[in-house]
């Protein structure tokens, strides 16, 4: 027991520990990205053009709603290190109008859904925009 004891006695901590808290697991992503946190204007328009084309693969539009040709939404994805889509929320400037509006919410989930899909979340983002966390801004508009 003493050996115990004086081993337990030698193992004391002097000073405070110096490692920093494990984040909680889960959540937002956080970091990375461009200083007002949209890429869209360092991608080239041919960039551009071929991130909305893979997201076009799995949006649909209901033909059947009224004044379909009027809506239009924006909205502001976040993308994780790999460049695959995890977050899809209304644009702050549609918000109030998006949710406001039942016919423009639903046509809002149905962007939601598109970017979200397994088939179109991974976007082709150019290789130095991989890597950390990205946000994007999309017009949905038929």
Known sequence: MNSLEK?????????????????TAGGAPN???????????????LQRGQ??????????????????????????VTTD?????RIVQIADDDRSRVLGDPRLNAFFERAQRAILDPR????????????????LTFLFQP
Do not use: F, H, Y
Not at 7 to 23: D, E, G
Not at 120 to 135: E, F, N
């Open 31 to 45: 970091g990375g990205g461009s200083p007002n946190g949209d890429i869209n204007n360092s991608l080239s328009a």
């Open 120 to 135: 179109c979340a991974t976007l082709p983002l150019p290789a130095d925009k991989l890597g950390s966390v990205q946000k």
């Open 7 to 23: 081993l337990k006695a030698l193992q004391k901590q002097l000073k405070p520990p110096t490692a920093k808290a494990n984040p």
């Open 81 to 85: 290190a790999t460049g695959t889509a």
């Open 51 to 76: 991130i909305g084309d893979k997201v076009r693969e799995c949006w649909t539009k209901d033909a059947g709603a009224l004044d379909l040709e009027k809506m239009r939404v924006q909205v502001t």
